[in-house]
C-alpha cells in the first residue's frame, strides 16, 4: 500500500490478522471428519488470497505468519503450528509466485496454494514422526486441498471484485 501513512497500514494489517484469527476460530466450531487427520476447509485462507491481490505479497506473509502463531498458540499446540508452518511455507512460496508471474487466476492461485499446503505438512509430519508411512494421506489430502481451493479461490475473487475499487483508492 504505497503512499499511506505506517498508521493506516498497521490499521490494516490488524484488521487482516482479526479476521483471519476469526475465520480460523470459526472453523474450529465445524466438525470435519473425512477419516484423514488435518484437512480442514482453510476459511483464513480466504484473508491470504484477498491478501495477495490487494496488500501484496510481503503484506500477506506478515498477516499470514501472525495469524499462523497466535492461533497455533490460541487454538493448537506447538506440533500443529509446527504443521502450519510447514504447509504455510510451501503454499505462500508457490502463490506468490503464481500471483507474480500471472500464471493463473485467483481461483487457480487458491487451488495451488491449498495443494502446496497439504504437500507442506505432510513433508513436515514425516520428518516429526520418522516414517514414510503419513504420505499415505497425501492422496486424500491433495483433493481436499484441491476441493477447499477451489471453494476459497472463487469466494476470494468475488470478494476481491467487490473491494478493487476502493483498494485503488486506499493506494
Not at 474450529?28 to 483464513?44: D, E, M, N, R, Y
Amino acid at each position: 500500500m504505497k503512499g499511506k501513512n505506517s498508521a493506516h497500514v498497521a490499521a490494516l494489517y490488524g484488521m487482516l490478522i482479526a479476521l483471519a484469527f476469526v475465520l480460523s476460530f470459526v472453523e474450529t466450531l465445524i466438525p470435519i471428519s473425512l477419516g484423514v487427520p488435518g484437512v480442514k476447509l482453510g476459511l483464513a485462507n480466504l484473508v491470504t488470497v484477498v491478501g495477495l491481490y490487494t496488500v501484496g505479497a510481503g503484506g500477506t506473509v506478515i498477516v499470514s505468519l501472525l495469524r499462523i502463531v497466535l492461533t497455533g498458540f490460541t487454538f493448537g499446540n506447538l506440533f500443529a503450528m509446527l504443521y502450519s508452518l510447514g504447509g504455510w511455507s510451501l503454499s505462500l512460496l508457490l502463490m506468490v509466485l503464481c500471483r507474480k508471474t500471472n500464471w493463473m487466476g485467483t481461483t487457480g492461485t487458491s487451488i495451488l496454494g491449498g495443494v502446496g499446503h497439504n504437500i507442506g505438512q505432510v513433508c513436515v509430519a514425516a520428518l516429526v514422526v520418522r516414517q514414510a508411512g503419513v504420505f499415505y494421506y497425501l492422496p486424500m489430502l491433495l483433493i481436499a486441498g484441491t476441493a477447499a481451493g477451489l471453494v476459497i479461490g472463487i469466494l476470494g475473487g468475488m470478494i476481491i471484485s467487490r473491494i478493487q475499487d476502493f483498494i485503488k483508492k486506499m493506494q
